[in-house]
């Protein structure tokens, strides 16, 4: 319209034509404006800001998978039950090319442009906290599937809600165990990715450590886009530690377990965030990956039954792996509760309206296939036991909690 | 102890940046092309290797003797048919041509690789040795050895062979060589193919010690930007300066600042040559 405008002020020539023009393009704009509004009524437009190109395309695909596996799942059921009215979802996703302050105007765009009623929050705690804001103004609820880190939610914002519990329920469980085991462990060397979640959990785990008697005796972050690790290797063995914790994305930590074996490091207990959780990680570590530990918000082998549209964790886990024959991971089993829950405020509530949306996630208090969700003032989900589990013949076997463990903690790391 | 080791782990990690760089500053110092499809020709040798590995059990010593012609003949074809054409105009002009065949490579290998990490795992792994106490990985320094003699044999084909001669005179004086007969369109092909080659033959090597990922190709483009602004343009022996240089200042800064200055530190470098000897170390001359 815009275009066409202008064109016609430029031209001086053949007004009739013009008119015939002008006529054309209102003709036009009425009957898009008209099947929108059509359209508006039967679906409900979610938007997904995601960082679908650039390094951290790999996470993308999992929240893709994750939510439009919820989508299909309510589209197949006829749609969302507004006040016993069946709407469809459609998820509008925009490529954010892992760079944050695009994943900014993106949220702004999906809100102001695409008309979303609802948002998911970009990928990790960087890129959700810088998004929030636009969610936050525009009074747009929004869920993040993949932020943990507590500086994401201290905004007292008032539309944002995370599946993540804080880092320290990662990290405090796993060095109460660790201590309990292995008394001998008393150092502890911590290398982590310079990134808000990597690091933030690396944090974190000094600090559980500390508290529960450890030495730290390295702590370092290196840079996004390291292409070697051998020298905070060296000084990591120079340091003797009998735990070397290291916190990165699949590639960092690949590459860091490679070297490691290169420089024949050896403890008895290395653990790595966030990759363990993740198939290619252990395709890519070969044997390498061996009794790595790791902890994550959730596993294909916890059990819950569920009110949302999946039901049980096991109808998850199956459902996920006939539709992409891999199982799910806590990434994409966090996209599709995050869904989930939208679809549960909505049904409750009987509305769209995103103020009653957002009143019925902030008094939510539901089992899920993901665990028992309850968000505390913050916005953050307080009610999760993340499970802690380890490699074991190339296959993550869950070691605690009690409840739903698969195995005994393996010591040693080779 | 800990100081030997760290000043291994560099020189080692300086060959394989000499051996990313080579390619790329042949085709920069010559056609005065910043080819940035370097960074995705070395991605597409490690898969390369990857794919010969998983699927046929070739190791990657003998993929380099099918990585090596294959990319030569690709790059070949990309200067003759596409690069040619605008050969001429301003640096930026080549710039924006292989920066959007970058994206169509890199999008590609999305599309047919997944964005997935894949690891080359040989079976079983060369592992590593001990000497006077300092460990050193079998495959980073066979990778290293390899890497120095494919930049010795690009060095040997410049200083020795007709075509080397000839890239050499086309790039000392453009206008002259032409006058003297040589076919300035072919020579412009064959430098590209060997940087292509250098890159690819670089990628398979690459593959034994680096996660392969189309996302790795921007980080293996800013290596190689650094080691020829630090070597100097053109230059073979510069590279492996260049390469060797980063790679030990790399390794001492990451002990010394703390590993997360690493990256800075390589860049800073950068600068600290662009205004200083923004020539390099040898690009004075910069004849082979």
Redesign the interface.
């Known amino acids: 319209m815009e275009n066409f405008t202008m064109a016609s002020v430029r031209s001086t020539a053949n007004r009739g034509r013009r008119a015939v023009s002008l006529w054309m393009a209102a003709v036009a704009a009425v009957s898009v404006f008209g099947v929108q509004t059509a359209h508006a009524q039967e679906v409900i437009k979610f938007g997904a800001p995601l960082p679908i190109?650039?390094?951290l395309?790999?996470e993308a695909?999992k929240q893709k998978q994750g939510y439009d596996l919820w989508a299909n799942q309510v589209n197949l059921a006829g749609g969302i039950n507004v006040a016993g009215k069946k709407m469809k979802v459609e998820i509008v996703y925009i490529d954010y090319q892992s760079n944050t302050p695009r994943a900014v105007q993106a949220t702004e765009r999906l809100i102001t442009q695409d008309n979303v009623q609802f948002v998911f929050a970009p990928f990790g705690s960087g890129a959700a906290k810088a998004a929030s804001t636009v969610a936050e103004r525009y009074g747009v609820p929004m869920i993040a599937a993949t932020a943990s880190s507590s500086q994401v939610y201290d905004q007292g914002y008032k539309f944002l809600f995370g599946t993540f519990t804080p880092n320290d329920t990662l990290t405090n469980p796993l060095t109460t165990i660790i201590r309990q085991r292995l008394p001998d462990v008393k150092k502890v060397a911590i290398?982590a990715r310079?990134d808000l979640f990597p690091l933030a959990i690396a944090q974190e785990m000094e600090k559980s450590s500390k508290e529960r008697g450890l030495e730290v005796v390295y702590f370092?972050?290196?840079?996004?886009?390291?292409?070697?690790?051998?020298?905070?290797l060296?000084?990591i063995k120079?340091a003797n530690p009998q735990w070397i914790f290291a916190t990165g994305y699949?590639?960092d930590l690949?590459?860091m377990r490679?070297?490691m074996?290169?420089?024949?490091i050896e403890a008895p207990v290395v653990t790595m965030i966030a990759a363990p959780a993740y198939q290619?990680?252990i395709?890519?570590?070969?044997?390498g990956a061996e009794n790595i530990t790791s902890a994550a918000w959730w596993h294909p082998a916890v059990r819950y039954k569920g009110i949302d549209i999946f039901g049980t964790t096991e109808s998850y886990v199956k459902l996920f792996k006939d539709t992409y024959k891999v199982d799910p991971d806590y990434a994409n089993a966090s996209a599709s509760v995050s869904g989930a829950l939208f679809q549960i405020a909505i049904e409750k509530s009987g509305t769209i309206n995103r103020q009653k949306v957002r009143d019925e996630l902030a008094k939510m208090d539901v089992t899920t296939f993901w665990g028992q969700v309850k968000f505390g003032p913050n916005g953050q989900i307080t009610s999760l036991e993340p499970p802690i589990f380890q490699i074991q013949n190339a296959k993550p076997i869950v070691v605690h909690p009690a409840g739903i463990k698969q195995g005994d903690l393996r010591i040693g790391v080779k | 102890m800990l100081a030997l080791q760290v000043l291994t782990n560099g020189l080692v990690l300086g060959c394989l940046y000499a051996c990313i760089a080579a390619g790329f500053s042949l085709v920069w110092g010559v056609l005065n092309v910043i080819n940035i499809m370097h960074g995705g020709f070395i991605v597409a040798g490690s898969y390369l290797a990857w794919l010969a590995y998983s699927s046929m059990g070739i190791d990657p010593w003998f993929t380099l003797l099918i990585a090596a012609p294959l990319f030569f003949g690709i790059g070949y074809l990309i200067q003759r048919g596409i690069l040619n054409r605008v050969i001429a105009a301003p640096v930026l002009v080549t710039l924006t041509l292989t920066f959007g065949m970058d994206l169509i490579l890199n999008n590609g290998m999305l599309l047919a690789f997944s964005a997935d990490y894949r690891k080359l795992i040989l079976s079983p792994p060369l592992g590593s040795f001990l000497l006077a106490g300092i460990v050193v990985p079998v495959d980073r320094l066979l990778a290293m050895v390899l890497a120095l003699g494919l930049t010795f044999a690009l060095y040997l084909i410049l200083r020795h062979s007709r075509i080397g001669r000839a890239i050499i005179a086309v790039r000392m004086d453009r206008d002259a060589s032409l006058l003297m007969g040589v076919d300035i369109k072919i020579i412009y092909a064959v430098a590209f193919g060997l940087g292509a080659a250098m890159a690819g033959c670089a990628g398979v090597l690459l593959a034994l010690i680096f996660p392969i990922s189309p996302l790795s190709a921007g980080a293996y483009l800013g290596k190689a930007f650094v080691v020829c602004v630090l070597g100097g343009l053109g230059s073979v022996p510069g590279a492996i300066l260049g390469g060797l240089f980063l790679g030990v200042t790399e390794s001492i800064g990451a002990v010394v600042f703390g590993p997360e200055h690493s990256v800075t530190l390589s860049f800073s470098l950068l600068i600290v040559f662009l205004i200083l000897r923004p020539q390099g170390i040898l690009g004075k001359k910069g004849y082979e």
């Open positions: 190109t650039g390094p395309a790999p695909l290398l310079n370092e972050k290196f840079a996004i886009n390291t292409l070697d690790h051998s020298s905070a060296a000084q120079a699949t590639n690949v590459l490679k070297q074996t290169d420089q024949r290619e990680f395709d890519a570590a070969g044997k």
